[in-house]
């Protein structure tokens, strides 16, 4: 089950409390005081973990808290300290004060740990406290608390491309067709409830990570729909790539602007990225003419139809390949504009050369 938020207290170990005793050995006369320290109490540790992609562990549990330390003993023995609590969590995970709402914690790097709850210094024995006019305390003193916050973890999956547009428009088919990924897909929107990430492979030797997410309706920024709850994971994302179905009761760039507007109120800094833009299911096409209606929906965008074809993309359909000329990448405007269909396979192998083209621009 994928689950990508969860909310609950945690707590580090309460330190050991001291000991007070005193040596009693046969020989020995007025042994003195000999109580140990107590341990230290368990920390709280974060650890990033490749190997999960969910936070479904969480799902459910209200409290996590680490083990106390352990009492000082006779003998001056410190007492054990408590084994850490590891809390495993996938990249890309945030740690959120859920009082406050700040950020405490952004885990991305596989392998990371941080200790987030110090455990508590356990309390020191009486051995501590002998002086010369004090050679018998019988004081000792208590463990330090652990600390507790309450937390809410948040996690935006890492990729680099995001897959954006409307229910039901082919973003499924794409990323089963071009990637390794098996996304339910059916005839109905909202077929995609939770993110679904697909490796594309470019060649023999270069890939990237491509992230499907639920579909985005006008208000999704809002909360209507699941936008909202899904939009988070592409924050993440390097690249955009709106889909925008041909075959849509909505014209094409109708799809687009409501797309475009609902990125931008989500996030200004989202609504920034490198951008693409793939015309999807043109074999059910169903209008008068595709070619001048992708030609008009390119001229729509303030763009001009490209005649070079360094990508291989099928020649029939018209599309557009932002020019680099003294390599001068423009990131207001789409890198390209591309006609594709999923199910008979138009243009999907050259679209996975565009985008990797794409991520190397933005580098």
Known sequence: ??????????????????????????????????????????????????????????????????????????????????????????????????????????????????????????????????????????????????????????????????????????????ISTTSNATPEIANYEFTTLTPKLGVVNVGDYNSFVMADIPGIIDGAAEGRGLGLEFLKHIERTKTLLFVIDVANYRTMIDQFNVLKQEVEKFSTELAGRNFAIVLSKTDGYYGEDLVSDVKQFIEDIGLEVSNSNEFGFDKELPYYVQDLTFNKFDNTKPYFVLPISSVTRVNTKPLGFALYDLLEQGK
């Open 1 to 174: 089950m994928f689950i990508d938020s969860a909310r609950f207290s945690v707590s580090s170990g309460k330190g050991g409390q001291g000991c007070a005793s005193f040596r009693r050995e046969k020989f020995v006369n007025k042994g003195g005081p000999d109580g140990g320290d107590g341990g230290k109490g368990g920390d709280v540790i974060f650890e990033v973990d490749n190997n999960t992609d969910t936070l479904s562990n969480y799902k459910g549990r209200k409290v996590f808290k680490a083990d106390n330390g352990k009492q000082g003993m006779g003998g001056n023995m410190t007492g054990k300290s408590a084994t850490p609590l590891v809390l495993i969590v996938p990249p890309g995970t945030q740690v959120i004060d859920d009082d406050t709402g700040e950020i405490l914690l952004d885990l991305l790097e596989v392998g990371q740990k941080v200790t987030f709850l110090e455990g508590g210094k356990g309390g020191l024995g009486n051995v501590h406290f002998k002086n010369s006019r004090n050679q018998r305390p019988t004081y000792f003193q208590p463990g330090l608390p652990g600390l507790t916050k309450n937390i809410r973890l948040e996690l935006k999956l890492i990729a680099d491309v995001g897959l954006v547009g409307y229910p039901n428009v082919g973003k499924s088919t794409l």
